[in-house]
């Protein structure tokens, strides 16, 4: 799982990468979910990705995918709906962003 995510960080520009080296954390799961992502000040104001193994049975590209779109919520600021009930449209609004910032990051 780290070699993956060194992979894609590795080529991001430089000042997301210092930010993630600094402020986020990623461990695997065994859950069903592919990857999801907690924001700082659910935990000490570190992000938590939490990356599944599930993910990483998928192909190089949509583990990619995945990653930076977490990686997105991170950079983007976006909130959850942990102690907080979001709108459906909010949601969508953070995925179409985090989607948006996977899609600008991948042609490396
Ligand atoms: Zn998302």
Redesign the pocket.
Known sequence: MINSVCQIVKFLPEKIQKYVSRNVWFISSPDDAWAFTFRGSDIANRHLIVISDELLKQNEQQIRYTIL??IG?VMLGHENSIGRVQTQAEIKR??VA?DAFAKKHLNF
Do not use: D, T
């Open positions: 779109h977490e919520h953070q995925e985090a």
